[in-house]
């Protein structure tokens, strides 16, 4: 068995912003707050950003943006990381099936290396959120480990979880949550490379 050496982010970045107005740019893209570059100067912070701060935060050096085609403002603002301080690369997203699939599209490159993965339109709290999902995967040795959270009935979410009588996670993608009692839901995970297709699994069960 290969050694896990490294921690390696992954963002995907395929989905076309549908239920959106025309935006100007990519959604990963939006500006949502300001921050200080390299020169102190006050600069626009887009919302993907956040993401690669707790990526950072978790000691994640490298990150691969999974692209669909024609969203190449993306790699034209990263580059090649240097403006986040980080080493970030792109992956060309050849099956539009939804995340679990374009999270696969990494495979060849990070099946050696502990993923971590969190939407990119999505901001959360708190700051160190893969830090403790970090320190849980090294106390259990699990898969993977879900950071997740309430859900309010007014909130529209598609990631429910279902859980068993003893309180276990049994499904993370539950297709009808009005029969669920707890409504939690997951939007960050930290685990295997192979963790994508426990994904697949659960919104394509065999």
């Known amino acids: 068995m290969s050694t896990i050496h490294e921690i390696v982010g992954l963002v995907p970045a395929g989905g076309q912003a549908t239920r959106l107005a025309h935006l100007p740019c990519s959604k990963e893209l939006f500006p949502i707050g300001w921050h200080l570059d390299r020169k102190d100067q006050v600069k626009p912070k887009v919302v993907s950003q956040y993401l690669l701060e707790k990526y950072k935060a978790a000691g994640v050096r490298k990150c691969y943006f999974i692209l669909r085609k024609g969203k190449w403002d993306i790699p034209q603002y990263y580059g090649d990381g240097e403006v986040v301080d980080m080493d970030v690369a792109y992956l060309m997203m050849n099956l539009p099936h939804g995340h679990p699939f374009t ?18 339109d999505i ?22 480990v879900l950071g997740i959270f309430p859900i309010q ?38 685990g295997h490379p ?13």
């Open 103 to 120: 999270l696969d599209q990494a495979f060849p490159f990070t099946k050696n290396s502990l993923v971590a993965f969190g939407y990119p």
């Open 123 to 144: 901001l959360f709290a708190p700051d160190d959120a893969f830090v403790q999902l970090l320190e849980k995967h090294n106390q259990t040795k699990a898969d993977v």
């Open 153 to 190: 009935q007014e909130q529209r979410w598609t990631d429910f979880l279902g859980f068993d009588k003893n309180g276990k996670i049994e499904t993370i993608a539950v297709a009808d949550p009005s029969k669920i009692k707890q409504r939690m839901g997951w939007a960050i995970a930290l």
């Open 194 to 206: 192979p963790f994508p297709v426990l994904c697949m699994n659960s919104f394509f069960p065999p």
